[in-house]
Structures are given as C-alpha cells and as structure tokens.
DNA sequence: TTAGGTGCAAATTCTTTGCACCCTG
DNA sequence: CAGGGTGCAAAGAATTTGCACCTAA
C-alpha cells in the first residue's frame, strides 16, 4: 500500500529539513529507510523496513536500519509501537492518528477519529515535560482471534 | 511502592476468579507473578518481575515468569507497554489510567484523568473486534532529558 | 491419578557494537 | 579533506522451546 506520490515528495522535504536543523548528514541510507516507513501504511518492524530498502539500496545493511530507525525516532519524524513478536515496529508521523490494538495477537490498525485530535492535555502532563502528541489507544481482541475461540496463547506471543 | 493491603487482597480473588473461568490451575507461581506486578506502580520488565517473585518462591525459573506473563496478558489481568531497553514491560489493569511517555529516554508515567476515562470509542473501532480498555497515551520530552539538551541517543533506545 | 505446569538448559530471535573504509558537506 | 556515516561480522540481550519431573484438581 502506497501514499500518492505528492506526500512521499512531502516526506523528503521534512527529512532534508530535518537532518539540516539537527546539523547531521542526509545520506541515502536515511532518505530510504525514512521513506520506506513513511510509505508503508502498515506498521513495520526493522527486518522489513530492511527488505525494502534493500531494493533501492542493494548493499544497505540490517544494522545502519536500526541505527536510522532509532535516529529518527529521535527526531521526532516516527514514531515506535509496542513490539510484534518482540520485534518493535515503527510509523511515520505524518498526520494525527489512533490505533486498535488487538491484545490477543497483537493487530494494530490506524484509527481516524477528530474527537481524538482534540483531546485537552491534564496539566499534570506538563509536569512530566513537553507534549508532542497524544494519542488514543483501544485495546481489545480483534475479530479474527475472537473466531478461534478456545485457542488460547500457549507459548509467548503470535503476534499479528 | 506497595499498594494498600485491601488491594492486595483484592488481586488474589481476582486472579482465582480468572483461573477458575478459564480453567486453567491457580499455581503459586501465576499467584506471585501477577501479585508483583499488581504491586508494583513502576512498570517493570520480565526480569525484574522475576527478580521479585524469586523473594517469596527461590526456585522459580525466568521462563516460567515468562509464560506467566504472557498468560496473564491474555486473560486480561495484565497489560503490556511498549519496550525499555528492549525488553517489554508490564502493569496490571486494576484501574483505568493512562500514560506520559518520553520519547527520548523511554520515561513512563501514570496519569490518572477522567476526562480521559470517559472518551467515547468510535464505531470503526468496534469493526476491528471486541474492545476491552481505552488508553490514552501522550508522547513528549521529559524535563530530564529535555535539560541535558544536545544530547541526542546515539546507539539506539537508552531507555529510562 | 493425570493432564497441565514447572525448571532447566540450550536454542532463537532481535538488536547493538567495534572497527576500517567511504562519502557528504 | 575531515568527521560523520556505513557495512561487516561478531557480541549481547531478551525471549522461547524441548523434555522430564512435579503437583493442583
């Protein structure tokens, strides 16, 4: 699944702004990786933010997505979910969204809801530090693990 | 940090109450386990989960609070949060509450609001599956990392 | 009694690190 | 051309699994 072409061009503008504002060098490596997630709307983990890279840049490695997963992460432009199978996935931050967390198997999905965007921030928050987003989290069990009813998790999660 | 003993007390009759609905055996072992977590305002990770249990039963073995954990997750008694360090951490579902997390260190806090408890769930939601807890979950800058300024993670999540 | 649960230790899986070479600014 | 960034391979951490013994129901 793939956003229209004007937002991917959007994501390399705020990349390149990004990287100049933080004084580090915009390499391909992170052009890439920040567009493989930006251009994915499912939620992936590292080793499939790599098998996507890796079909522009052939000779990229596992470990510099990591590094520039977590680099960008820290600034700000994605964000991480909890972790698929113990693998942590991650989204780019591109508008204001929610998610479905089905807790049995671990399906996330996105969720548009302006209600949500809306939400005031308890002072208390601000007490913590500065608030950059606020998301809602609904947790559940999703229809697909509702069907198999009896199948209890046995051993660790299966996650999605 | 301990909750009061009333609770305590409350959380054997709830877990009783759970192995018995899903037939499963009330071990010392699922008893302690959810009791250090219930017992816990912090948000601890498998080990240090582990670490506790070990206290009251020195035999217990680190795969079994492990799949403990898990279990305890799918009966709902317990809630997973996003990684630290790598490894997930847990709390128990006693009452509602929501989070403040720093994205840059991990850092994370409840956050008691009842604005928040009262949200609304949106019908897509209900699309997705069943829907069990609403969350949510405010990102930002904890003071603390926000006063040690350019000092931008590096090699990955040095979290809390 | 007896099937489900546990402990142990080894195996996997995910992520990080040290180091030498490369390339952006 | 200088220092940050990358690839590689090996290390490290977190979590899972197979199996034989144990114990709650």
Redesign the pocket.
């Known amino acids: 699944m793939t956003h229209p072409a004007a937002e991917i061009t959007g994501s390399l503008e705020v990349i390149k702004a990004a990287?100049r504002k933080a004084g580090?060098?915009?390499?391909?490596?992170?052009l890439e990786v920040f567009r493989e997630v930006a251009d994915s709307t499912d939620h992936p983990?590292?080793?499939t933010v790599y098998l996507g890279v890796q079909k522009r840049?052939p000779?990229?490695?596992?470990?510099?997505?990591?590094?520039?997963l977590?680099?960008l992460e820290d600034l700000g432009l994605i964000t991480t979910l909890g972790?698929h199978?113990?693998?942590?996935r991650f989204e780019a931050n591109l508008k204001p969204h929610h998610h479905y967390v089905c807790t049995r198997c671990g399906m996330t999905r996105d969720l548009y809801h302006e209600d949500f965007d809306r939400i005031s921030v308890p002072a208390e928050a601000h007490s913590f530090g500065t608030v950059q987003t606020t998301q809602v989290e609904i947790r559940g069990v999703c229809t697909h693990c509702t069907e198999t009813t009896s199948e209890r998790r046995?051993?660790?999660?299966v996650r999605e």
Chains 1, 2 share one sequence.
């Open positions: 990287c580090i060098k915009l390499t391909a490596q992170r983990n590292a080793e840049l000779t990229v490695s596992l470990d510099t997505v990591y590094r520039t977590w680099l972790p199978r113990g693998s942590t046995s051993k660790g999660p």
